[in-house]
């Protein structure tokens, strides 16, 4: 399984957007993640689609934009306009998920939905065989540097499960507190997407953090082969 990188610049210098992004590019990242959030879904309020249209121009690995606002459905035309080309917007905030993951699939990106920590598995249930990705929150939505909470790798097991059930081959995304102790564990569990923050921009250095985070992965996947 092919897995891929994806550092959120949640924890990126917002003043040095540009030099951090190309920076995780020379280290190897496959996506650049963007969470967007309003401060009445989550406790925190961040960017709109003026900035991913920025980041967009700089950019050269496709653009992962998570939504984590209220009433997804009305900002959806925005940020693909934008530049998103992947995005995820939750279930619990989504009131008609199914419409609005066919909206964005017609507009030729990937549609994908996102679990907060609290949410069942079942409730991918009805919509999974229609999605293009599925987030897996690994901590609560908010801020960045969060503890990866350890439950989370049991829900990437089901997660996988139902969506072998059904027979997709949508990947998964996992996303919070992931570094170089936990990501061989949630690419067992069956995440194939990796979305670090802290761990890619808190030490200064983003290329050589992305570097290492992936031979941490092809280091415990080589000692499994």
């Not at 917002?14 to 650049?32: K, N, P, S």
């Not at 009433?71 to 989504?94: C, K, N, T, W």
């Not at 939905?113 to 908010?142: C, K, Q, R």
């Not at 949508?170 to 949630?186: K, L, Q, T, W």
């Amino acid at each position: 399984m092919s897995v891929q990188i994806a550092p959120s610049i949640l924890s990126a210098s917002f003043t040095e957007l540009g030099r951090d992004i190309a920076a995780v590019e020379r280290g190897g990242a496959d996506l650049i993640h963007v969470d967007v959030m309003d401060g009445h879904f989550v406790p925190n309020i961040t960017i709109g689609p003026p900035v991913v249209q920025a980041i967009e121009r700089v950019a050269t690995r496709p653009l992962d934009v998570h939504l984590m606002i209220e009433h997804p459905e009305r900002y959806v035309d925005a940020f693909i306009q934008a530049g998103a080309q992947m995005l995820s917007v939750h279930v619990e905030a989504a009131r008609h998920l199914h419409r609005t993951i066919a909206f964005i699939k017609s507009r030729g990106i990937r549609a994908g939905a996102v679990l907060n920590p609290s949410t069942p598995v079942a409730a991918l249930e009805e919509i999974a065989g229609d999605l293009d990705f599925v987030v897996v929150m690994s901590v609560n939505p908010g801020f960045g540097g969060q503890t990866f909470i350890p439950r989370s790798l049991d829900k990437l097991r089901r997660v996988r499960e139902l969506l072998a059930r059904i027979g997709s081959a949508a990947p998964i995304e996992v996303d919070g507190g992931i570094d170089g102790s936990n990501a061989a564990d949630a690419v067992a569990a069956g995440a194939s997407i990796l979305v670090a923050g802290h761990a890619i921009f808190a030490n200064g250095d983003p290329e050589a953090a992305t570097r290492a985070l992936r031979a941490a992965v092809n280091s415990a996947a080589g000692s499994h082969a």
